[in-house]
């Protein structure tokens, strides 16, 4: 199993080949680009976890292609390659949304870790599936509907759906009220009192007749959130 997508976005090729046959052996699937243009292209064409980014580039330079990448794509976490001397490159890469910026030369070792860190900090995505059954019930997250094992139908919220989708793409994990409100509604958690997620979740569970005395479909985890069912056999 692939530990994620990352691509490798160096004009150096003893560097990037290095890189690429590490990551490789790593578990990552890697995608690869030896000029900024063309890293453009790959990072647009993927679905990646995460960009390494060189800075000095030719056809287009680092910086540039964050530029250019964050408005397609504002969430992809990017990671630069920097030389010593490029500080002020550094600071600007921050400031254009970057998450972090690693010294050449560097150790695999502190490379690997610093993905690690970067990976952690990110939201898993949204779950891509159209369709999800639990515990009998049919979940349409297009038609935003669910059919319940009765056959009846009822309407969820675009809300509603993107809690479960989000509670579906962290299968088998407690995900927590601070986690859900920051991730789905886009709130910061820290010094807010709000039981909106709460109210969220019995809302859904009284759209899917999921019983909170004994759920089927989302269940409680003391102290940690709330976590969904694993799904009823294959899924789309």
Request: aromatic share 4%; glycine share 8%.
């Amino acid at each position: 199993m692939t530990l994620g997508v990352l691509v490798v976005v160096e004009d150096d090729d003893s560097i990037r080949r290095g890189l690429v046959d590490a990551l490789s052996y790593s578990g990552y699937t890697v995608h690869e680009a030896s000029d900024g243009e063309r890293g453009l292209e790959v990072c647009l064409a993927v679905e990646a976890d995460l960009v390494l980014l060189d800075i000095m580039m030719p056809k287009m330079d680092g910086l540039e292609v964050l530029h250019q990448l964050r408005k397609p794509k504002p969430d992809v976490p990017v990671i630069f390659l920097t030389a010593r001397g490029e500080e002020t490159d550094r600071i600007s890469g921050l400031k254009l949304g970057a998450d972090d910026y690693i010294v050449k030369p560097f150790s695999l070792d502190e490379l690997m870790a610093r993905i690690e860190a970067v990976l952690r900090r990110m939201p898993a995505r949204p779950s891509q599936r159209k369709k999800l059954t639990i515990a009998g019930r049919r979940i349409d997250f297009e038609r935003r509907e669910a059919v319940l094992a009765d056959g009846t139908r009822r309407t969820l919220t675009e809300r509603e759906a993107e809690v479960i989708g989000f509670l579906a793409a962290n299968p088998g994990r407690a995900v927590s009220r601070d986690e859900l409100l920051q991730k789905v509604w886009g709130l910061d958690p820290r010094g807010t009192h709000t039981r909106t997620v709460d109210m969220a979740i019995a809302r859904i569970r009284e759209s899917l007749n999921d019983d909170p005395a004994n759920p089927e479909v989302i269940t409680t985890v003391r102290g940690k959130g709330y976590m969904l069912a694993m799904p009823d056999g294959d899924q789309e």
